[in-house]
C-alpha cells in the first residue's frame, strides 16, 4: 500500500483499512488492475478535505468486492449516471479544490469489465460515496497464468495511457483528439506529476508550457519515463503573460472560480470589476454557496475599481479585461505600477482566448526528453519519425485545433 499511503501523506485524511487475512487468489492482469484502486483512492482523498478514506475487501461465493468509501460532500444524483464517462468532471461540490478530467474512472471502467467485473458508485449528498468494484474468483488456482494471459488480449494492443500537465483541461482534450490510440490524463499541476506516474503508470508525460518559461529539471530528473515539452495554446498563458494568479473564460463555472479564489492565501474582502450587471450578480451568487463568508464589492467599470482599491484594500480583485472607458488591462498596468496596490492578487474573467495571440509572441517548442539520457537506435527512432512527420506534410494535414 506503499503508493496509497503516499497519497495521504500531506493531506489532513485519515486512510483506513478493512483487508481480512487469507484473500483467495485472484486471475488478474497485474499491471491494469494496479491502476484501478490507486485511482478510486486517488479522486477519494482529492474531495476530502477532512476525514477519512475507508479501503475494505469482502469476499463473496463467486467474487471479490473491493470498495472504497469517503466522508465527503457526497455526489449529486444527476451526476452519477455520468461519472464514469470520459472526460466528465469528477465535481463533488462546489467547494472542490482540485480539477481533474474525470478520464481516470473511465480508464477504471474499461479495466475492470474487461476482467468480466463491474464498478459502480452510490452516494448520499453530505455524507460521502463509495465506489465499489468486484473481480470474478476463478475455482481452479492452476489455470491462473493462462486466465492472466487470456485477460490481457481482451485489451487492445493500442492502448496507451498519458499525461498532459498543464492547468487549463481543454489542452488535455486537445491532445486526446489528437491521440486516437491511446487515453490521455489531464494534471492540473507539476507538483501532482509524481503521485499521477505512481498512481497510473504512463507510457509519457506531455508538459504544456508557456514558451517564455523554462521546464523544471529537477522535476523532470524524478520522472520515469519520456517527457513531451512543448507549447499548445492555453487560457492559463494569460495569467502569465499579465502577471496575475489566475484567468477564467466566461461563462465561468462556479467550481472553477471557487478553486481558484482558494488557491490564494486568506481571501475575505473580493473586488469584482466588471460593467456586466448580470454576470456580477452570478458570482454574487457563487460566492454565497461557499464555505467561507467573503465580504464582496462591485464596481461597474475599470475607473470605479481603482477608486474601490484606494478607498479599501481588497484581499482579491475579480477582474473583466473588456470594459469601456479603462479597460482591465489598464488596471492591471496602474495597479501593477503603484507599490500600494502592485501586490494584490487578481484573477482575470474574460468573454476571449488570448492563447493565440500569446504564442504567436513566441517562439513555440517541442522537446522530448527521456531519463537517464536515450540510446543511439532511441534517437534515431525519434528522428525517423520527426522527419517523416514533415516530409508528409503532417502541419499542413492537421486540423487547426479549437480554440481554448
Not at 503573460?241 to 467550481?255: A, C, D, H
Not at 500600494?340 to 484573477?347: C, G, H, Q, V, Y
Amino acid at each position: 500500500m506503499g503508493i496509497a499511503e503516499n497519497l495521504f501523506k500531506v493531506r489532513s485524511v485519515d486512510l483506513v483499512l478493512n483487508i481480512p487475512g487469507g484473500l483467495p487468489v485472484v486471475a488478474i492482469d497485474q499491471t491494469r488492475i494496479r491502476q484501478v484502486l490507486p485511482n478510486l483512492l486517488n479522486n477519494a482523498c482529492r474531495f476530502v478535505e477532512e476525514g477519512e478514506v475507508r479501503l475494505s475487501v469482502e469476499v463473496g461465493s463467486d467474487t471479490i468486492t473491493v470498495r472504497v468509501s469517503d466522508t465527503g460532500s457526497g455526489i449529486p444524483a444527476e451526476k452519477l449516471p455520468y461519472i464514469f464517462d470520459e472526460f466528465y468532471q469528477v465535481d463533488y461540490s462546489l467547494r472542490r479544490t482540485r480539477e481533474g478530467a474525470g478520464l481516470g474512472l473511465a480508464i477504471c471502467k474499461r479495466f475492470v469489465e474487461a476482467h468480466n467485473g463491474h464498478i459502480w458508485v452510490e452516494s448520499e449528498i453530505g455524507k460521502g460515496s463509495t465506489f465499489f468494484f468486484t473481480l470474478p474468483l476463478q475455482e481452479e488456482s492452476p489455470q491462473a497464468a493462462g486466465v492472466i494471459r487470456e485477460v490481457t488480449r481482451s485489451f487492445p494492443e493500442k492502448e496507451k495511457l498519458i499525461l498532459v500537465v498543464d492547468p487549463d483541461p481543454k489542452v488535455a482534450n486537445i491532445i486526446a483528439r489528437y491521440v486516437p490510440d491511446g487515453a490521455v490524463i489531464h494534471v492540473p499541476d507539476g507538483e501532482q506529476l509524481l503521485p499521477q506516474i505512481e498512481c497510473h503508470h504512463p507510457e509519457a508525460v506531455v508538459i504544456n508550457m508557456h514558451p517564455s518559461r523554462e521546464v523544471d529539471l529537477q522535476m523532470i530528473e524524478q520522472v520515469t519515463v519520456p517527457v513531451i515539452v512543448c507549447s499548445l495554446p492555453s487560457q492559463s498563458w494569460l495569467a502569465v503573460n499579465l502577471r496575475v494568479e489566475g484567468s477564467l473564460v466566461k461563462p465561468i463555472e462556479g467550481e472553477h472560480l471557487l478553486s481558484e479564489i482558494k488557491r490564494i492565501d486568506d481571501v475575505k474582502r473580493i473586488l469584482l470589476v466588471d460593467d456586466d450587471r448580470g454576470f456580477c450578480h452570478l458570482v454574487q451568487r457563487i460566492l454565497q454557496t461557499a464555505d467561507v463568508d467573503y465580504d464582496l464589492r462591485l464596481v461597474y467599470n475599470g475607473r470605479e475599481g481603482l477608486d474601490a482599491i484606494k478607498e479599501e484594500r481588497p484581499d482579491l480583485v475579480l477582474l473583466d479585461l473588456m470594459m469601456p472607458e479603462i479597460d482591465g488591462f489598464e488596471v492591471i498596468r496602474q495597479m501593477q505600477q503603484d507599490p500600494a496596490m502592485s501586490d494584490i492578487p487578481m484573477i482575470l474573467l474574460t468573454a476571449t482566448s488570448y492563447a493565440e495571440d500569446a504564442l504567436k509572441q513566441y517562439n513555440s517548442q517541442l522537446s522530448v526528453i527521456r531519463p537517464g539520457g536515450m540510446r543511439t537506435m532511441e534517437v534515431l527512432n525519434y528522428l525517423q519519425t520527426i522527419t517523416e512527420a514533415i516530409g508528409n506534410g503532417v502541419a499542413g494535414r492537421i486540423p487547426k485545433p479549437e480554440p481554448i
